[in-house]
């Protein structure tokens, strides 16, 4: 078929770059996909930067139910609003937005009607439900979007909206006060967050880690005590501190975790966001005796994340990153993977 050359150009300028997951267990592609228009309620966002989070293993193995292939990962982007779908109203074109994780709710269902969005009995995640970050230009519903400060760069933002609001959410919420011991247990890409967040909250925050190698960086952190688990016992290093009000669980190992549960004061709490399959060991002894509590933390809501970005505007807590351009996601995935990135690793367009 004859093509005009201006055919060309104008068609090549609705296409995209974007690196997908053609279906369980492969490996990623950068192909090219038309450029998306915003449905109602839905704006286009130029993505500049998209963090590479341990959950997008959900993605690449079809670990997740549902998941429709090929699908785009992507949950920790952030961007610039180029083009707003009918009946959107208080966003504009050209703000800087993210989406992290919390991909949008129905509106409808019980927990909704509670106002309790977080708990949306049909909630979505970006990535997930839908293309998410890992490419040039996405869509996402409103209900999904937080402003980013200006403070922040897109790299920065990108792993606060999902690592950052995580630890952000679980130490606002654990009931520990200004001037409390709260335990961080590891210092990865989870904990780096949770030791400059805690240290700006006013906890005195001990960083528990394995090994004596990131001892100066947890202190330069915000760190007031560092304690290797593996030189000591850590439980009884906490309580020889009074014990610990709060302990924020970031290293996905449930063994680990277990063993810290005596390192808590009483009625303190035991918070945990590090994912692991196996099961956390406790005696009822073990909760009756100071009344201590174990507790999930699961991210946050888009507005949440605006708490996080803008008290880390504030106090000037940031993510560490490493940055890979798009084309090499298959590389940024396997840095990620491999537990040795220094933390955060973030795709940038
Ligand atoms: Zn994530
Ligand atoms: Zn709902």
Request: neutral net charge; hydrophobic residues 40%; proline residues 5%.
């Amino acid at each position: 078929m004859a093509t005009s050359r201006a055919t060309v150009v104008s068609m090549k300028a609705t296409q995209m770059k974007v690196a997908q997951v053609p279906k369980p267990g492969a490996e990623f592609q950068i192909v090219e996909r038309e450029i998306p228009k915003p449905a109602a309620g839905q704006v286009r966002i130029k993505v500049q930067a998209c963090g590479v989070c341990h959950s997008d293993v959900f993605v690449k193995e079809g670990l997740w139910p549902g998941i429709e292939y090929p699908r785009i990962p992507g949950h920790e982007l952030a961007g610039i609003i180029d083009e707003l779908g009918a009946e959107v109203t208080g966003w504009k074109k050209g703000q800087r937005v993210g989406v992290g994780w919390y991909g949008g709710r129905d509106n409808t269902c019980l927990e909704c009607r509670r106002g309790r969005f977080l708990y949306c009995r049909n909630s979505k995640v970006a990535g997930i439900s839908y293309d998410g970050g890992y490419q040039e230009y996405m869509v996402a519903p409103v209900d999904a979007l937080a402003a980013i400060p200006a403070a922040l760069s897109d790299a920065e933002a990108g792993p606060l909206l999902c690592a950052g609001v995580t630890t952000f959410n679980a130490l606002r919420h654990s009931g520990a006060g200004p001037g409390s011991l709260v335990a961080v247990q590891g210092v990865g890409g989870l904990g780096h967050l949770g030791i400059q967040f805690g240290s700006k909250f006013g906890y005195k925050v001990a960083a528990i880690g394995r090994g004596p190698e990131n001892s100066a960086l947890a202190k330069k952190l915000g760190a007031s005590v560092y304690i290797d688990s593996q030189a000591s016992n850590a439980a009884e290093e906490l309580q020889k501190l009074g014990g610990a009000q709060a302990i924020l669980a970031t290293a996905p190992e449930s063994k680990a975790m277990s063993s810290l549960i005596d390192g808590l004061a009483p009625t303190g709490k035991f918070v945990v966001v590090g994912i692991s399959s196996d099961p956390i060991a406790v005696t009822p002894l073990q909760l009756i005796v100071g009344e201590h509590a174990i507790q999930g933390s699961a991210v946050g809501t888009p507005t949440d994340s605006e708490d996080t970005m803008n008290f880390a505007e504030l106090t000037g807590v940031r993510p560490m990153i490493e940055t890979y351009p798009l084309e090499k996601a298959a590389e940024a995935y396997a840095r990620m993977m491999s537990g040795k990135a220094q933390f955060r690793v973030v795709l940038t367009m």
